[in-house]
């Protein structure tokens, strides 16, 4: 089955510093979605980004699915961005089933 | 607001006992999703509805059971839970088409 590659696994910050979160995946996909987990264990979908480049605020992501990979950008970051980052990718014909990352886990620091 | 819900939040049982955790969505998607997710691991999916058509993952353990009785409502039901099956449980929908999947908060299931 499909593989998803999440780095790196883990990440400190200093409150308003950038990042990125790099996921790599072995098969072309139809689907991608990252996902933030909070403290509290709540999934929140950030983007669903099979292909191209969105915006949210301070976060954007972009997904070359030609090279199998996407990117997650965090600009200005805040403490409450701290929690657990996820890729997740359905390749095709998978009637909807997520693969999970492994996930980032990031924490920032005041 | 339009959202999926999972009652109860926190769910203790002791080993053996059946125990049940339930999902509702106000979304009226036609796919439901349970996922179970263990500690410090990402989620893995047990099951899905697709309306009343049930598929089960080939390495779901016969312990887990689901039952959905309309489109709002999705039940996880463990019949004999050990200690491994202490985890974060995880409902999900979708419109199918649209590929977006819409997590509820999760039930964290102890088992004494």
């Known amino acids: 089955g499909i593989q998803v590659e999440q780095s790196p696994p883990d990440l400190i910050l200093q409150e308003g510093a950038n990042s990125t979160l790099r996921c790599n995946f072995s098969?072309?996909?139809?689907?991608l979605q990252w996902f933030h987990q909070n403290p509290w264990g709540q999934l929140i979908n950030l983007f669903y980004i099979p292909s191209g480049t969105k915006q949210n605020g301070r976060l954007s992501a972009t997904t070359v699915a030609t090279e199998r990979y996407s990117l997650l950008y965090i600009s200005s970051s805040q403490t409450t961005d701290s929690g657990v980052y996820f890729c997740a990718v359905e390749s095709y014909n998978q009637g909807g089933k997520l693969i999970f990352g492994q996930g980032t886990e990031l924490s920032v620091k005041p | 607001d339009a959202m999926v819900i999972q009652n109860p939040r926190y769910q203790v049982t002791q080993f053996g006992k059946p125990v049940t955790l339930s999902c509702s969505q106000t979304?009226?998607?036609?796919?439901m999703y349970w996922y179970q997710q263990k500690s410090s691991q990402a989620p893995k999916l047990l099951f899905h509805y697709y309306d009343k058509d049930f598929n089960n993952e080939a390495d779901t353990p016969d312990n887990f059971q689901s039952r959905r009785p309309n489109t709002s409502f999705c039940f996880l039901d463990i019949r004999s839970p050990g200690l491994g099956d202490a985890a974060m449980y995880l409902c999900?929908?979708?419109?199918?088409?649209?590929?977006?999947?819409?997590f509820g908060p999760g039930t964290r299931l102890t088992v004494l």
């Open positions: 999900a929908t979708t419109l199918f088409g649209t590929d977006t999947q819409y």
């Open positions: 979304l009226n998607h036609n796919v």
């Open positions: 098969d072309s996909v139809n689907n």
